[in-house]
Structure formats: C-alpha cells, structure tokens
C-alpha cells in the first residue's frame, strides 16, 4: 500500500486551506497514493475562536469536500480532523472516506487537550469541545487501521485496544506544539509502534511562525520495529511511501509481545497483607 502523509499550510481562510488540501490529494493520487492523511484542523487556524467560527455539522461544506475529493481521485482519505457541530456542541471530529467517496469512519478526540506547562505551551481544547468516545478502526481490502487525534495518541491503554481490534496501522492527524513537539512527538510514536507492533503514523500542519499557534510539524510514519521510516520537517511538504503490511506479522512473531500478554494478572486487586505503615 502507497500511503501519503500532507503536511500542508493551514491559514485563517477556510476556502484557501481546502484549495490547498485538494491540490496535495490530487498529486498524492497522482504519485500512485491508496490513502492519504491530512493534518489535524486543515481547514482553520488551531484557536478555539477559529473552531467555533469554523464549526459544521455533517454534509457541510468542509465534509462534502472531503468527500467528494476522495472520489474524484480515487483514494482513501483520512480528513485530517475539523470542528464538528452536532447539536450545539462542537467536537474535534476526523472522517473517512473511500475511494467511492462513502464516509467509513467518524472518531470524535475522545482527550481533549487541557495543557499549562511551565514556560510553555498552555490551551485548553475543553473551553470549545466536547470529548467522544469509543474506539475507532474502519477496514480496506488492505487490512483493518485504528484512527485517533493528537492528544489522544497519549493515552497507550487506546492504542493496545486498537492493535487487539485487528489495527495494522494507526493512523493520528495532529498538532504538536513547540514545547511538547521536540520532547515527545517522535518518542511518542516509535513506542507505540514498538507496543503495539502496528504502523504508526502522525500528520501535522506545517510551521508557521506567525501563527496563532506554532505546530512542530514533523509528520512521521514508523514501523512495528519503531523504526522512522518517513519524516517531514517544519515547511509544507508530501511524503509518500510504501508499506509493507506482512511486516506487521514478521514483528509479532519474531517477538510475541501481543501473544505473551498475561491477561490473569493485568488487574489491580486488594493487597491480602497490607504494606508496612498503611
């Protein structure tokens, strides 16, 4: 499977933000792409002003286009994420859509990103979203993916959920910042990768210094060995590869970390002698 990873520029103007999505689909399908995988919130500026501003239910603007530029170019394209309203909640909702067109996957962040760190970034996702629930995979004639946004990739307990759900691949448009981008981003998706013995792969916006809010961008592809086997810098940028799904079992079996789970003793229980001092 040919996948490809765009990074494009996101601006304040929603019509130049989907122009430039359908022209990096349209030479990723030109490249040969099965699948292509935008950034979280392509099609506004990452501020909760902007989300609200930009916010749309289902069969507006921004989901038909996605929808329909899946089917002109004849791929699966994972639609980044966008403000999603739904009866008067707002949601960081990423859809998709076949080669057909047809919608096949919703996942609504289910982690909202409610961050102060000292000296760096702070935001809070939660004064403007409303969290989902429930894990997401959807099936290609290539095998079964998991979807997650951003934030949500944190969370190990998701992933693993995933991987035992068939996931060969997960998949997460997202948003690093400056602060926990350089000290985590590819860390972060190495160990899944390595966890869960899945293709792991990330797409941010590109960097824009002047923007409201500073993505690292860096968008990344890893393999179930935790090995990076495609990465973006900080400008706009397409990236495309092959990969290779009988990897997924050549991990698993060479090192049989899903098969050798002790389910038996994965629970916390009452200690039956307390510890000294308690």
């Not at 916010?55 to 996605?66: D, H, N, R």
């Not at 060995?225 to 079992?249: K, M, Q, Y």
């Amino acid at each position: 499977m040919k996948i490809a990873l765009l990074q494009t520029p996101v601006s304040d103007d929603k019509e130049d933000n989907l122009s430039t999505a359908e022209k990096y689909v349209k030479s990723a399908a030109g490249q040969g792409a099965d699948i292509a995988v935008l950034p979280e919130m392509f099609c506004c500026s990452y501020a909760n002003e902007s989300f609200v501003k930009n916010a749309e239910p289902v069969s507006g603007k921004i989901w038909s286009f996605l929808s329909e530029t899946a089917k002109l170019h004849g791929l699966y394209l994972v639609g980044g994420s966008i403000p999603e309203l739904e009866n008067g909640r707002i949601y960081n909702t990423s859809f998709v859509f076949d080669r057909s067109g047809k919608q096949i996957a919703r996942h609504r962040k289910m982690h909202l990103f409610n961050v102060d760190i000292e000296g760096g970034q702070k935001f809070r996702e939660s004064d403007t979203f409303s969290s989902g629930g429930g894990i997401t995979l959807f099936d290609t004639e290539f095998g079964r993916f998991g979807l997650c946004i951003c934030f949500d990739m944190r969370f190990p307990e998701l992933t693993r959920l995933m991987a035992l759900g068939g996931a060969k691949m997960i998949i997460a448009p997202a948003a690093f910042n400056m602060t926990t981008g350089p000290m985590h981003w590819e860390t972060m998706f190495r160990q899944r990768a390595v966890d869960d013995q899945v293709f792991t792969v990330g797409v941010s916006p590109a960097r824009d210094e002047s923007g409201v809010y500073v993505s690292y961008a860096n968008s990344i592809l890893c393999s179930p060995w935790g090995t990076v086997l495609a990465r973006a810098e900080a400008s706009p940028e397409l990236i495309t590869a092959e990969i290779d799904f009988n990897e997924v079992e050549r991990a698993r079996a060479q090192l049989p970390l899903l098969s050798a789970r002790r389910e038996d003793v994965y629970a916390l229980t009452p200690l039956a002698t307390p510890l000294p001092g308690r």
